[in-house]
Structures are given as C-alpha cells and as structure tokens.
C-alpha cells in the first residue's frame, strides 16, 4: 500500500505543478487511476488513499473485479470505461460504468442508450481522432482546422450524438501519439481543446470536458485544458498481463 499511496501523491503533486503553471485549479482536473490487469486487492489500495474515479478497458475484467471493488469501498466510486467499447458489448458496459470516455461511433451511442435503465443516464465523451494516426480509434478530426468538409461533418455527427436519449455528451477525449518527448504531444492536446471550443459555438451546447493524457504526458495535457487525466502505470506500475 505504501508505494501506491506515494505513486498517487507523486501524482498529484505534478498535477498541481502543472495546474500551476497553466494558472488552473487542481479543483478543474479529476484523476482517473487506470487500474485494468491489476487486481482489486490494489484498486482499494488506491481508494483508501484518497481516489474515488478509476478506469477500465476490458469489459471481462471488469465484470468481476468492479462488484467486489464496490462491495468492499467506503466510499462510493466512478468507474470509467476507457478502453475501446464494441457495440455488441454495449449492453455490458452500460450497467457497470458511470462514464464512457470512448464512444466512437452513432450505432455504439444508441446501443448504449438501449442498454440503460428507465430514468438512467450516461456520461460519455465522443473520440476524436486530431493526430491522423491510422491506429488511432475516433472520429476522423485530423484535418478539421483546414477542411471545411471535415468540420461540418463532424458538427453534424455531434448533432446525432446529443439527440441520443440518456446519454450526456460531456466532452471530448483522444489518444496523443506514444513519444519519448512529452512537447511532440502538446500539439495534439492544442488541437482537442480548440476543436471542443469551435464545436461549443457551433452546437450552442457546453462540452465542458476534455479526456486527454496519459501517464507520459499528462503535465501537457493539463497545461493545454485536460479536465481528465487517465494515469494507469504511475500510480499501479506496469501492467500484469
């Protein structure tokens, strides 16, 4: 438990330095402790430490270790579902998950919201795909600064993703390439939070939050606007499988 509870504080130290430096409140940015491999034994480590969010990104994992976690916290917990989600999953992804950070497509919003109980609903965030890389998972958003058609198209699928009942589009969240160099990233974060802003004013609907970095980047990625952070192997270490 010791090396958790320091790896989060160590955490949490940056993410104050870089709120800091972008004149931001640490109160602006939640930390999401990615905990997928890892076994529950260490996720309530992690909770009797301080945190409340953690993410997953297997749904097979997480329909056994999510009850037992809950079962056994002090605390009520917002698990996040980050990991790519196919749409015949949706059905189990929807009762175990308070938010979604990886809706990609229409038929996987409305297979989500299918799977919801009456009078439940969802936060998700829609992923873009800015940096252009083919590997990449997301809508295609690489070019939406010089192409018209690109921006349109993606104004009008946000259109179709707020219509959806039960789902509560709160924001945007991509995946920066993998680089040695932090700064090869920031351009990436830059490009997330303007798109955000020019689909505000073009949906007169708040988007308030942007899902971006990970454990080799998140400093930049709260220097450019991320509200959430996803950090799995600064605060559990490497994965166990």
Not at 124 to 129: A, P, Q, R, S
Request: aromatic share 4%.
């Amino acid at each position: 438990m010791t090396q958790i509870r320091e790896n989060i504080a160590r955490v949490q130290a940056n993410i104050a330095d870089a709120c800091a430096r972008a004149g931001r409140s640490t109160g602006d940015v939640t930390l999401v402790a990615v905990s997928k491999t890892h076994p529950p034994e260490a996720v309530l480590e992690a909770v009797e430490a301080g945190l409340q969010h953690f993410g997953e990104n297997r749904v097979e994992e997480s329909a056994h270790k999510l009850p037992i976690v809950n079962a056994q916290a002090k605390v009520p917990l917002t698990w996040h579902m980050v990991g790519h989600v196919q749409s015949r999953k949706a059905k189990d992804v929807a009762p175990l998950f308070q938010v979604v950070h990886s809706v990609d497509s229409l038929k996987l919003a409305n297979k989500l919201a299918e799977a919801l109980p009456e009078g439940k609903q969802l936060d998700v965030f829609i992923e873009v795909n800015v940096s252009g890389e083919v590997s990449k998972a997301g809508l295609n958003a690489a070019e939406w600064r010089t192409d018209n058609a690109v921006r349109e198209n993606l104004v009008q699928q946000f259109r179709e993703f707020i219509a959806v009942p039960k789902l509560n589009i709160i924001g945007l969240m991509t995946m920066a390439p993998i680089v040695d160099d932090p700064e090869v990233a920031r351009p990436v974060f830059i490009s997330l939070r303007e798109l955000r802003d020019s689909l505000e004013e073009a949906l007169s609907q708040p988007l308030p939050h942007l899902s971006m970095g990970m454990t080799d980047d998140y400093t930049v990625a709260i220097e450019e606007g991320a509200t959430m952070v996803r950090i799995g192997r600064a605060i559990f270490g490497e994965r166990l499988r």
